[in-house]
């Protein structure tokens, strides 16, 4: 009985000790980009998984079609952390956020085939209509050990009222995939034109 609430116990300290450690820096071994990200805010400092797990998944702030008023749509990217396996939490993380919109439910990859798969390349919706900057993201899903079988995952309806996708970013390396993220994040402008989130960028771990 004693042994077992002592490995309860260290079970606890580990896992929490895991969750509580996801905003320490990573070994990155890629930083995914795109050129279709606007110019306007400054660079928040960037977040990441806890060590040994990676992105499975993401949400999105966004603030509605605010028709004759003022639109910033995309403010802040959310994104959820799991170990390889899928057996421990490796935290919510997030950069700068904007003050406008509500967070959409969680979009993640598939289990396919056995396999526990992670985010691995991205892809953004802009536009300068209104000035609203960044408008919605998707990705791309694989397995972590292979850059066969990648897959999107795009959060319903797919993209907000603005613009288009630019091109994808490139793909996070075999044995990788993305454990952190930095945004662009203009604040209020107090009267101007609010544009909330403006450009991203994922970071890749191995």
């Not at 077992?4 to 000790?17: E, P």
């Not at 450690?21 to 279709?36: A, D, E, F, G, Q």
């Not at 959409?104 to 609203?132: E, Y």
């Amino acid at each position: 009985m004693l042994h077992t609430l002592i490995y309860i116990l260290y079970l606890t300290i580990t896992i929490q000790s895991f969750i509580l450690l996801h905003n320490v820096p990573r070994s990155v071994v890629k930083i995914l980009t795109v050129n279709n990200g606007a110019q306007w805010g400054d660079w928040h400092y960037p977040d990441f998984c806890a060590e040994g797990s990676f992105a499975v998944g993401y949400s999105m702030k966004i603030e509605p079609n605010q028709h004759s008023r003022d639109d910033t749509s995309l403010n802040a990217i959310l994104l959820q952390c799991e170990s390889v396996n899928g057996s421990l939490f490796g935290g919510q993380v997030r950069s700068g956020e904007g003050l406008y919109g509500d967070w959409t439910g969680w979009s993640r990859c598939d289990n396919q085939a056995g396999t526990h798969d992670f985010l691995t390349s991205f892809s953004l919706q802009g536009s300068h209509r209104d000035d609203t900057a960044a408008n919605y993201v998707k990705f791309m899903c694989r397995d972590l050990k292979s850059d066969r079988h990648q897959y999107e995952l795009v959060h319903p309806p797919g993209h907000e009222n603005w613009g288009d996708y630019g091109g994808w970013s490139e793909s996070c390396p075999v044995n990788s995939a993305i454990c952190g993220i930095q945004t662009r994040v203009e604040g209020p402008q107090r009267g101007g034109d609010d544009t909330g989130l403006n450009d991203v960028k994922f970071f890749c771990c191995e």
